[in-house]
Nanobody
């Protein structure tokens, strides 16, 4: 399986911005899509945004117009640019890779806290 390493989380004030990165290690399997999920304490893990290897994107309604997902040309690193952050965006953010054969892999998570 591919190993995913996330970075970029932290503490930011409401209205601020953060950029998350998720780098995939070398894998014999092709990555078809990557996504960001988030999970707040006591809540389910929800999809935030996804991007296919062809660049097709999908966003949760709650982040449309504020967050942008992108993938690099090598299709091994996915980014989540988060603007106009709100306290309700506070969560642990997880990266996920979807590979050939239905194989999936999760990152370890990175904390994002939006607070004044």
């Amino acid at each position: 399986q591919v190993q995913l390493v996330e970075s970029g989380g932290g503490l930011v004030q409401p209205g601020g911005s953060l950029r998350l990165s998720c780098a995939a290690s070398r894998s014999p399997l092709s990555i078809n899509a990557m996504a960001w999920y988030r999970q707040a304490p006591g809540k389910e893990r929800d999809l935030v945004a996804s991007v296919t290897s062809r660049g097709n994107t999908n966003y949760a309604d709650s982040v449309k117009g504020r967050f942008t997902i992108s993938i690099d040309n090598a299709k091994t690193t996915v980014y989540l640019q988060m603007n106009s952050l709100k306290p309700e965006d506070t969560s642990v953010y997880y990266c996920k890779a979807f590979m050939t054969g239905g194989i999936e892999s999760w990152g370890q998570g990175t904390q994002v806290t939006v607070s004044s």
